[in-house]
């Protein structure tokens, strides 16, 4: 599957060489691929990096792994016609730490960044998912306890989720949880504010909650 | 321990029972005890019934299981002078469904509801607990899947939380994690947007999360 990933900060690198690892043809993308490709961080990556502009021009799959606050603006530069018809993880929270840390939520409740994302690209097919984990746990699912935690994925589309819980599958996730309606975003994004707090109180972000029904 | 419950309601009746039933002296804080103690669902309950003005006078410990939306009046009638120095559970979530379901939040992220009831009656020592399960799985956890999964204590008291904390293994809690700082009440009481959509798509509230590290 051609995927492409929006972000070349640890969650985007992190799941661009998860995607390839598995046998995707996976493209990043960022406004400067000369700039970011001379980054120590990018030494060895070995994932391809194309502007925005391009990036999603032949992907099937775009995967929003921006910092919350830039993620409308960035999936602008990447463009709403290459996103039209795509299946767009979002992977992003809208974390505001300008009063410092723990940051607060810049959209919730009523609303959610997933939500604004479909509503500025509503030919896109936007599908909510691991944004509920740390970078490294989204890939290694087994690294978290006795491996069996749960994952969710939230969107309107049934096979745009399909996709997802594929994808996800693929990653390692067996306790995958398809919620019907991109409004779950606002309850998956509202974890984040317990979620940060919980990585304070054990001194790491290596867990994850298990759904116990 | 002698423990008042405030609230006549699922919740209230649920947890004093089950106090009562591990051996403390519990009484239920109600606005009209006569009223209440005619009502078809109290028949047969059999913890002992006080007005609101005294229920808490001579209790070590006091709960609200109060509607989240009417806690700060509730408390009220219980008086400033009762709460002074009682260790304050609070139970309660600030739920709105004036909009339908799901709910949302009346105060969140830079506030809680426990912040807002500490604020208000300052010589309480509010411990933020039980609120993120069902009334039924708040006395029985063992009644969830393997029966292990988490409960959380927060507050700013380290006395208070424990007087909490062993309450909760008398309800047969195991995997207890205290929090310290009531303003981790804000990621416990946001919980509640993610736990209501759960609700929705397992068709049960007799669920619960385990924190996996």
Known sequence: MRIAVISTGVVG????Q??????????????????TSGREEWRGVGVPLQPLAT????????????????????????GSEHLAGKVLVDVANPLD????????????DSDSL???????????????????VTASVMVDPGSVGDGDTTIFAAGDDAEARQVVVGLLRELGWVDV???DGLHNARGLEMWLPLWVRLMGALGTAEFNLKLVR
Request: hydrophobic share 45%; proline share 5%; aromatic share 4%.
């Open 55 to 78: 990036v999603a021009a032949q992907a099937e799959v775009v995967v929003n792994a921006t910092n919350g606050n830039a993620s409308l603006a960035a999936l602008g530069e990447v």
């Open 177 to 179: 949880v398809e919620l």
């Open 114 to 132: 997933a939500e604004q994302i479909q509503r500025a690209f509503p030919e896109a097919k936007v599908v909510k998912a691991l944004n509920t």
């Open 13 to 16: 690198r992190t799941l661009a």
């Open 18 to 35: 998860a995607f390839q690892r598995v046998g995707h043809d996976v493209v990043v993308g960022t406004r400067d691929p000369d700039e």
């Open 97 to 108: 730490f300008s009063q410092g840390f723990p940051p607060t939520l810049s959209v919730k």
